[in-house]
């Protein structure tokens, strides 16, 4: 039975590389921010669907929840892989900081919404980073890093609760993965303040790999069973270092209340 992937942050980068490899064998649902780069994507590709909508907007998350629940009765996947490093701190209309609605707060929402048409094979997969090793100073108090703001701090707080967020699906009995692709050579973090820009924008970023590799470890966690669910991978597809938090089951239920609380469910 051909599977029924959902591949957000699919209209460049890993994704889109990711995409390109999976095509061939997989049902892809694309998703993405930017209509015509999703949907060159997707026709580059073969999708069977592609839908728009901007993860700093709620209700948009909302409707692309719905659209897809409308058209499809199972999906076997969820990668939930559209992130981003901000300036800020950005307040959104839905009163939540930028960066941790766009790769934690929106991903959550989406998972959600979708749930009524996993499987009990179903896997989520959650693109994180390093970053939350090597940035993240996390506190529930503070859960969107809107009072103590700092680009990489933000995301790598955010990054961290990708992982907290996997621990918490397969607490639920949801099979679930987070990894880091690799420090990928794209365009993040090249509009802020952050001084991460200097390596992503310089000849620093030499020593960066491919979005065609950091694709292909995303298509790995899609396409495999050879991981272990409720963990975090690094690159190399092995059970990655990460911060110690990361680990505690009280953080991830604290989380998982605090999300649902920003959501009003």
């Not at 649902?29 to 909508?53: M, Q, S």
């Not at 050879?226 to 991830?252: F, M, Q, V």
Request: no cysteine.
């Amino acid at each position: 039975m051909t599977r029924t992937v959902v591949l957000t942050g699919a209209s460049d980068g890993i994704g889109a590389a990711a995409a390109a490899r999976l095509a061939a064998d997989h049902r892809l649902v694309l998703v993405g921010r930017n209509p015509d780069k999703t949907h060159a994507v997707a026709e580059r590709v073969g999708a069977d669907a592609v839908f728009v909508a901007d993860f700093a907007v709620l209700d948009q998350v909302r409707e692309l929840a719905a659209r897809i629940a409308e058209r499809y009765d199972r999906i076997d996947v969820l990668a939930n892989n559209a992130g981003g490093l901000f300036s800020g701190p950005t307040i959104t209309g839905d009163g939540v900081e930028l960066t941790f609605q766009v790769n934690h707060l929106a991903p959550f929402l989406l998972t959600e919404l979708l749930r009524p048409r996993f499987t009990p094979d179903t896997a989520v997969v959650n693109t994180s980073s390093i970053a939350a090793r090597l940035f993240s100073s996390f506190r529930v108090e503070d859960l969107d890093t809107s009072r103590r703001y700092r680009p990489e701090r933000a995301y790598g707080n955010a990054k961290l609760a990708n992982i907290l967020h996997t621990k918490g699906l397969h607490a639920r009995g949801i099979r679930s993965v987070a990894f880091h692709p690799g420090n990928v050579a794209t365009s993040f973090a090249s509009d802020t303040t952050s001084p991460l820009r200097w390596v992503y924008t310089t000849v620093l970023n030499r020593s960066l790999i491919t979005p065609e590799a950091g694709g292909s470890t995303l298509e790995f966690f899609i396409r495999s069973d050879a991981w272990t669910s409720g963990e975090y991978y690094g690159s190399a597809h092995k059970p990655g270092r990460t911060s110690r938090k990361a680990a505690d089951p009280a953080l991830a239920e604290q989380l998982w209340t605090g999300s649902e609380r920003l959501l009003g469910r």
